[in-house]
């Protein structure tokens, strides 16, 4: 469903209204791409006959102080290893945007409305993954693989991804391995809803100032 959205979806509802893939992007995709997901996640946790409550489940609980450390060890790691990344697709001609931010003309010339459409978009991907991925999939695995759940978790995350090109997977690897392992490690899934927040946010502000294009 993502490779349909990305490559016919997308480009179609951006030709007919003359509006940027970027934007046809945030507003297909929740409903198309993420509203899915999040619903076999609820199905998935609907069949399981659980004794502890949703929250505990979901592993959706406060951060400790001894939980921080990690999220910060990720974010220094997913800041180099995201440099490594930039530098090995452009040494590879690779264009590490997904199709729909190719070429994407900044927000502020004409296209504010991109920042409100954003703003809807952007929690639903965030927290919509961080939900189903790390929230309901990764305890699960976990069960069967212990710890090499989070490198299941990776390579599954990574094949979602495939839909948005090679330059763009690879230059997401960091995330797709830091974020499972450090959610993994603290058994906390805020942790790696906010690493994915942090790297995803700026990657958008950059976008929105046609930085990247």
Known sequence: MTFVTVN?????????????QLG????????IVFLPIICVGLY???????????LERIRFKKISKSDWKWPLLGLLAMTIGSAIT????????????????????????????????????????????GFVW?????PRLEKEFKNKSWIISSVLWGIFHLSFGVGNLIVLLPTLI??????YKTGNTWTGILLHAILSGPGYIILALGLMS
């Open 44 to 54: 998935i946790l609907k069949t399981e006959q659980n004794t502890i409550g949703l």
């Open 8 to 20: 016919w979806a997308v480009p179609f509802l951006s030709d007919r209204q003359g509006i940027m």
């Open 86 to 129: 930039f530098f090995l697709c452009n040494t590879l001609n690779l264009d590490p945007n997904p199709p729909f931010a190719r070429n994407v003309e900044p927000w502020t010339n004409g296209h504010h409305w991109m920042f409100l459409l954003w703003a809807i978009y952007w929690p639903i991907n965030i927290l919509g993954e």
């Open 24 to 31: 046809a992007w945030m507003i297909l995709s929740p409903f």
């Open 134 to 138: 790390r929230g309901v999939i990764l």
């Open 178 to 183: 830091f974020v499972p392992f450090i959610t």
